[in-house]
């Protein structure tokens, strides 16, 4: 599977971070980082969670 993030709709509150730490990391200026593009499978489950957490979403897996 493949982690997809709109950078445009990103409003850096990190709620992904805390949902799944293991691929997504705040960069010091504030800007999201995907640590990992093709999790294994895992990580599905918290990478779940941060997709349905993201109020602006902004983030989706390809599989
Ligand atoms: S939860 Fe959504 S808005 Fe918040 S940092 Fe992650 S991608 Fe950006």
Not at 35 to 48: C, T, V, W
């Amino acid at each position: 599977m493949k982690v997809k993030i709109d950078l445009d709709l990103c409003e850096s509150n990190q709620l992904c971070v805390s949902a799944c730490p293991d691929v997504f990391k705040m960069s010091d200026d504030d800007e999201l980082i995907i640590l990992i593009e093709e999790p294994e499978e895992s990580l599905r489950y918290d990478l779940e969670a941060a997709v349905n957490v993201c109020p602006r979403l902004a983030l989706s897996i390809e599989d």
